[in-house]
């Protein structure tokens, strides 16, 4: 065996158990249940899915397929396109598989992501068959060391009837010491989670498992997918800047302290520019408790601005990979990494007080945020952790471009055409107009608000428009319901502008 | 002064501050904001509300309104009326001031009831100036002993500028020590809740406050208003059955233990009714970890059902409460009341696994949840603790009747008008015509399911009628915006029925 397998493999016991990716695929079988891991394309397992894909070639196989949350290296588009999986949670983000899921033809739970290993252990999901898990190493003793996420992995590898680890040669091995992973009880039988700082280590450097649940071992050497974030453009540093405004008021009220309070940030684009804007921001110390940790995390240690990121995964473009791989060693001591559930965990969440920031689809004049579904009914990705950080946080802050489509439709609206996060949870709306301050707010105080301060100035007359004539009609949350749903303007007509308003 | 007094008044330093309603109310200035103590009718301020409203005749009078939930003794209808409330939160069950909300001339804000006392803590809401807070007694060092509820009393005193006590002669004494007042720290600062068992006490006795900010003691001898709790019908009587017969499910599959989890009930009739249903059922060594202990809790224990109870309020109907207090010695030793932030706690829901049952306006045939609004604009009472039990529960349950006004509007509905608990938080739904079970289920299987189960059957082929419609536009969940509300229709014909339907 080549020395630098033995070297990431230092239980003996598993050398008999090094497979090929076709033989560990060729184990699945017909309506089995998977649990692989990866978090935002991080970490994800490679070899066996795609020999999974290749071998549904040759016989009937329909799967579940559990997961941190989204896949890399173009998994769930080859699954989707093979037609294999019957179940699908907690998250994705492929345009194939969106549209399987949005055509019925693949069944998608859209999950908190810290829900998935509480359903897990209540056993309410079908049970999983193989976890399917990509590591850095394996100790001496058998315990599994994830890559560069942990993911659902830990609780995958607890309660599956075996393991196929993924031994990935190109993932660092500098990244073992990054982990850790407390597991938690059942229900009723659970003590406090004692985490109290960003920083605090509270379990093991890897999983734990019963090697003898190991069915095998398969040796792979591809990187993680890159980020596909595109940078900061003019709306998102508008967003960055009005948002570290409102920090900075929070600050000088007194609210927040000086290096405000732990972090959390959604994925994608808007929510890496948000970060990306405390860069030219004069806070220093500041803790990220988030789940994936993205290239503004890394820019924001590099310029001494970030103390300490807790996360569950590291989600990289391909400019930052090199670098951050490269000084893996001095990042290490300002970061970890914890399964999901504890990232996300409402515990942890209210107790530290968290900032979180995520990015809606649209928001309505009442401060109702829809994070998942185009024009109600077709599912974008999934609701991710935001529902998991905005319903306990200190602040949660919802950060959007005020129009989309050039302007036909506005992400400000009368009524969201889903609701993924309630008023009740609401605290905080960004656009690139500027931001309103919801909290403590009756929603007739809400509506000017939003409008003022968030919707487009094309749509702020039809939005007053729209809530004059509901207020006649009275209530706590004035409606027309028969116009609240501008989206069936826009299918009709192609924009949800209205020509000629009159304002009443 | 009376030896009954001096009895329950045990801080010397507070005789002189002994004052008449009148005299504590006048104190209350235009604009000021007062804390009140009470939590559905339970342990309310009575006295100097009222007073204040007598005042209110002869002076300008606005002022903000906190208290732990619904209060009694007709005082919300009384600020209403005499026009003197500004803004309100976070809960209120009163007629006329629902009509003042509605109306527009009451700011309401509607908040999860464990919210409000870190929005406080946050110092994002109006500063409170007088905490009017019932007691049962004043310990020798100052210490406030609550009467029969808790709810954010011990945030207020410890927030307000000053405190009012209310020295409630009629409530019994042997409500001493029943109370386990546990203190949160800031965020940031704070520690893990020690609690692991609903019967664990974590705090004191009372609420300890500086006796200097105690600025005035009223003597007081009015009951608690008694519950309005309708007794169980067909309908409900059912429900309970229906439910019973999940729990027993879930116990014989191994899913639940012999004695379930911690149960949460919602107020009101219906989860009276359920929490009845139990009564009849072979459960026993129950667990209560909820917000209000309504008379079913009550019948239970005497029944040797339950094991022990922890709220943050006891609301009696008017037979049950001498039954209650006279022996209230016996019921302590299975009693704790908590601070609605303890009782209401994400950390401690989570940490228990709670079952949370609770009571919607409507469902839709996706599983979100209406709890608040009456056809989308007006408010009947407020989210509660609905949201916060739901957000993080075990199981998390919603129980109504499948029709309303004689089968004019069905509680099924293809869109809620309003949400406040959202797909991914909602497990169970019960109606007297069955149990649905979405645990783990994408959208598309939970609407035959609901559909089937819990839809009256007259309005079961409408239903399918919609969805198969929409099914044809495709999506995660499909929908027909335009004929998604139903509430249209019965705005304007009476009904939400359909004659004719004819299925695609």
């Known amino acids: 065996m080549e020395q630098r397998i033995q070297q990431r493999m230092r239980d003996k016991r598993l050398q008999s158990k090094i497979v090929s990716e076709e033989t560990a695929a060729s184990w699945i079988e017909n309506g089995m249940t998977l649990g692989l891991s990866g978090f935002t394309r991080a970490g994800d397992a490679k070899a066996v899915p ?86 850095v190493s394996i100790t001496e003793d058998g315990t599994i060391i994830p890559s560069t996420s942990v993911g659902n992995s830990s609780i995958f590898a607890e309660k599956a009837d075996a393991i196929i680890i993924e031994l990935n040669l190109s993932q660092p091995e500098s990244l073992e010491g990054l982990h850790d992973i ?10 406090p989670i004692p985490l109290r700082n960003v920083d605090d280590r509270i379990g093991t450097e890897g999983i734990e498992v019963d090697v003898n649940k190991i069915k095998g071992v398969v040796v792979t050497n591809q990187v993680d997918s890159p980020s596909t974030i595109v940078p900061p453009d003019k709306e998102t ?17 007194g609210r927040l302290p000086r290096n405000l309070a732990p972090l959390q940030s959604g994925i994608g684009s808007i929510a890496n520019a948000v970060f990306h804007g405390l860069l030219e921001s004069e806070f220093t110390d500041l803790e990220v408790y988030s789940e994936v940790l993205q290239d503004a995390v890394f820019d924001l240690m590099d310029a001494g601005k970030i103390r300490f990121a807790s996360g569950c995964s590291i989600t990289l473009s391909e400019s930052k990979l090199d670098h951050v791989y490269q000084n893996l060693e001095k990042y290490s001591e300002r970061l970890l990494l914890r399964p999901q559930e504890i990232s996300n965990h409402p515990e942890i969440i209210r107790r530290l007080g968290l900032i979180a920031i995520n990015t809606p689809l649209e928001v309505d004049i009442y401060g109702n945020v829809n994070s998942t579904h185009v024009h109600g009914t077709k599912m974008m990705n999934g609701i991710g952790g935001s529902g998991d950080f905005t319903r306990n946080a200190r602040i949660s802050i919802f950060a959007t471009k005020s ?65 004059n004539d509901a207020c006649e009609r009275g209530g706590q949350t004035p409606h027309i319901l028969e116009n609240a749903f501008w989206h069936t303007r826009f299918q009709k007509k192609g924009t949800m502008l209205e020509k000629d308003i009159q304002l009443t």
């Open 50 to 135: 795609s020999a999974l894909v290749e071998i549904a070639r040759q016989k009937e196989l329909k799967v579940n397929v559990y997961t941190g949350a989204s896949l890399g290296s173009d998994i769930d588009r080859l699954m989707a396109e093979a037609g294999i999986v019957h179940k699908r949670l907690p998250f994705q983000a492929d345009k194939t598989m969106r549209n399987e899921i949005n055509n019925g033809d693949l069944l998608f739970v859209d999950q908190h992501l810290s829900h998935t290993a509480e359903s897990i252990r209540q056993d309410v999901l079908a049970p999983i068959d193989y976890a399917i898990v990509e590591a």
């Open 182 to 191: 407390y597991q938690l009880q059942d229900q009723g039988n659970r003590e």
């Open 237 to 253: 540093a508008l967003m960055a800047e009005h948002l570290v405004d409102f920090l900075r008021k929070e600050k000088d009220s």
């Open 403 to 467: 129009i989309a489509k050039n302007g036909d439709i506005s992400s400000v609206v009368p009524f969201v055409s889903h609701v993924d996060h309630t008023e009740h949870d609401v605290d905080i709306i960004v656009t690139e107009q500027g931001f309103a301050d919801l909290r403590g707010l009756a929603p007739r105080e809400r509506v000017p608000m939003i409008i003022e301060n968030c919707a487009h100035p094309m749509y702020r007359k039809q939005l007053y428009s729209y809530y």
